[in-house]
C-alpha cells in the first residue's frame, strides 16, 4: 500500500503564505506515481482540484489559485518516495480549508504484478484569517 501524510497547515493572516508537502511511501518492490495533487475541501462544499503535477511535470492549477500557488515534486531515484510541495503564497480567507494530498500510480510486491492505488492523505487544516 501507499500512504501519504501531509504537513504544513496552520493559521496565517490575509496575504500570508504557507507551504505544504506530502511524503508518498510505503513497502512494495516498485512503484510508478503518475500523478500528484492537492485537493481542498471547505465547510459545506464538495472537494475540489487545487493543483496537480504528474512525472513528467506537467501541471494543473484551478482558476481559483493560478498566479498565487505553485505545485511542485521531487522524485527518488527508484521513485520509492516521491514528495509533493503546494507552495501558497497571497493566501485569503476564501483559502480556508482542509488540504488533501492525492497520489495516483501503480505498485508491485512481485516482480510482473502490478496493481493501481489511488491513495489520499489524512488531510491538513489551513486557515487564513486575520
Known amino acids: 500500500q501507499v500512504q501519504l501524510v501531509e504537513s504544513g497547515g496552520g493559521l496565517v493572516q490575509p496575504g500570508g503564505s504557507l507551504r505544504l508537502s506530502c511524503l508518498a511511501s510505503g513497502s512494495y518492490f516498485s512503484i510508478s506515481i503518475n500523478t500528484m495533487g492537492w485537493y481542498r475541501q471547505a465547510p459545506g462544499k464538495e472537494r475540489e482540484l487545487v493543483a496537480s503535477i504528474t512525472s513528467g511535470g506537467t501541471t494543473k492549477y484551478s482558476d481559483s489559485v493560478k498566479g498565487r500557488f505553485t505545485i511542485s515534486r521531487d522524485n527518488a531515484k527508484n521513485n520509492a518516495k516521491n514528495t509533493v510541495y503546494l507552495q501558497m503564497n497571497s493566501l485569503q480567507p476564501e483559502d480556508t480549508a482542509v488540504y488533501y494530498c492525492?497520489?495516483?500510480?501503480?505498485?508491485?510486491?512481485?516482480?510482473?504484478?502490478?496493481?493501481?492505488?489511488?491513495?489520499w492523505g489524512q488531510g491538513t487544516q489551513v486557515t487564513v484569517s486575520s
Open positions: 492525492n497520489a495516483v500510480g501503480s505498485y508491485s510486491n512481485i516482480p510482473g504484478r502490478l496493481k493501481a492505488f489511488n491513495s
